[in-house]
C-alpha cells in the first residue's frame, strides 16, 4: 500500500528551463512532506520541506508547493542545470508517528 | 552538518553468512532508522530506534535484526544473508520525529551471491 506515489519514473529538462516534479500522496493525516535528491552509489541528500500550515516554501532555486485538497506537492527548480540530474524523492510523515514514507523517486535529466 | 557514516560502501557476501553493517552519527540524534533502496521501490523502512537498546519494525523487517548498544550507532544484521537481499542499504537519523528531516549516509550496496 504505497501512501505516496510520484508517478513520473523520468523527466528530461533542458538547461535553463524549469523542471517540475510530481507528487500524490494517500493519507490525509500526513502534515510534513520533503524532498530529497539522490545521485548514484551515494545516499539521499535533503532538499526542501514544507509543512502543512504553508502552501509553499521556496529555497533559492527551489520551490515546493502543497495542495492539501489535491493531496498533491510538486518541486520547481528554476533555472534546472545539468548539476540537478539525479534521483528525487518526495517524503511524507505526520505527528506523533515514527514513520517517514517515501515515493518511488523521478530520475531527472537536465540537459545541457 | 550532521555526519552520518555507513562503515562500508560495497559489500559482496554468500547465502547464508550473517553480515553486519555499521552505522554512526555525530549530532548526538535520538532516532535512527535502516532503509533499502531499490529500483521502482523507493526507499523502504526495514527498522528504526528512538532511544538506546529501544527499537521498532518498520514494513519489512523479516530477515533483519538491529542493534543499538550506543545512542550515535545503529547496526543492522543480516542473519543468513539470502539473495533477495541484495540492495542498498541507507542509514538515516534525525533530531526529532516531527518537522525535521532524515539525515541519511551515503548507502552501502550489498551483494549477496
Known amino acids: 500500500d504505497q501512501q505516496v506515489k510520484q508517478n513520473s519514473p523520468s523527466l528530461s529538462v533542458q538547461e535553463g528551463r524549469i523542471s517540475i516534479l510530481n507528487c500524490d500522496y494517500t493519507?490525509?493525516?500526513?502534515?510534513?512532506f520533503l524532498w530529497y535528491k539522490k545521485y548514484p552509489a551515494e545516499g539521499p541528500t535533503f532538499l526542501i520541506s514544507?509543512?502543512?500550515?504553508?502552501d509553499k516554501n521556496e529555497d533559492g532555486r527551489f520551490t515546493v508547493f502543497l495542495n492539501k485538497s489535491a493531496k498533491h506537492l510538486s518541486l520547481h527548480i528554476v533555472p534546472s542545470q545539468p548539476g540537478d540530474s539525479a534521483v528525487y524523492f518526495c517524503?511524507?510523515?505526520?505527528?506523533?508517528?515514527?514513520?517517514?514514507?517515501f515515493g518511488s523517486g523521478t530520475k531527472l535529466n537536465v540537459k545541457p | 552538518d550532521v555526519k552520518v557514516t555507513q562503515s562500508s560502501r560495497y559489500l559482496v557476501k554468500r547465502t547464508g553468512e550473517k553480515v553486519f553493517l555499521e552505522c554512526v552519527q555525530d549530532?548526538?540524534?535520538?532516532?535512527m532508522f535502516w532503509y533499502r533502496q531499490d529500483p521502482g521501490l523507493g526507499l523502504r523502512l526495514i527498522y528504526f530506534?528512538?532511544?538506546?537498546?529501544?527499537?521498532e519494525k518498520g514494513d519489512i523487517p523479516e530477515g533483519y535484526s538491529v542493534s543499538r548498544e550506543k545512542k550515535e550507532r545503529f547496526s543492522l544484521i543480516l542473519e543468513s544473508a539470502s539473495t533477495n537481499q541484495t540492495s542498498m542499504y541507507l542509514c538515516?537519523?534525525?533530531?526529532?520525529?516531527?518537522?525535521?528531516?532524515?539525515?541519511f549516509g551515503n548507502g552501502t550496496r550489498l551483494t549477496v551471491t
Open positions: 530506534s528512538y532511544d538506546v537498546k529501544m527499537k
Open positions: 549530532m548526538d540524534h535520538e532516532n
Open positions: 493519507n490525509s493525516m500526513f502534515d510534513y
Open positions: 514544507i509543512s502543512s500550515i504553508k
Open positions: 538515516a537519523s534525525t533530531r526529532s520525529l516531527y518537522n525535521s528531516p532524515l539525515h
Open positions: 517524503a511524507a510523515s505526520r505527528y506523533n508517528f515514527n514513520k517517514f514514507y
